[in-house]
């Protein structure tokens, strides 16, 4: 009878996982403003037209909405983002989020600010 039981509870939490992990299937899409940002296919979507993000792009760019109007340090995002990949990666940051500016352009309530000696921070209106 214990083996049952047992056997009972692991079906149990099999299903209760399986249907979480369906469920959260559409938390990978996120309102951006104007856009539509889909995280799993890497994507931004505006009026029916779509732009392909980097893996990169697309990591950048959930930090920064998850943090929206936080400050975030270039430090912080460098190592979430890039870890230990070396030095020559700061300028990279650079580089990426000029790229999301340019993506995200078609909306003004959207703006990726530098904050001078600091870091970044996205702001929406």
């Known amino acids: 009878?214990?083996?049952?039981?047992?056997l009972t509870s692991w079906i149990v939490l099999i299903y209760l996982k399986n249907k979480k992990s369906k469920n959260n299937t559409?938390?990978?899409?996120f309102k951006l403003g104007?856009?539509?940002?889909d995280k799993k296919g890497m994507t931004l979507s505006l009026n029916k037209e779509f732009t392909e993000l980097s893996g990169k792009e697309s990591d950048l760019?959930?930090?920064?909405y998850s943090n929206e109007n936080k400050t975030l340090k270039r430090e912080y995002i460098?190592?979430?983002?890039w870890?230990?990949?070396g030095s020559y990666i700061g300028r990279?940051?650079?580089v990426f989020i000029s790229k999301l500016r340019k993506k995200l352009e078609a909306d003004s309530s959207i703006k990726i600010v530098n904050i001078r000696g600091v870091g970044y921070k996205m702001v929406i209106k």
């Open 92 to 94: 990279a940051l650079d």
């Open 34 to 37: 104007k856009y539509f940002f």
């Open 61 to 64: 760019l959930f930090l920064l």
């Open 83 to 85: 870890g230990d990949e």
């Open 26 to 29: 559409d938390t990978d899409i």
């Open 1 to 6: 009878m214990v083996w049952g039981s047992s």
């Open 78 to 81: 460098l190592q979430e983002i």
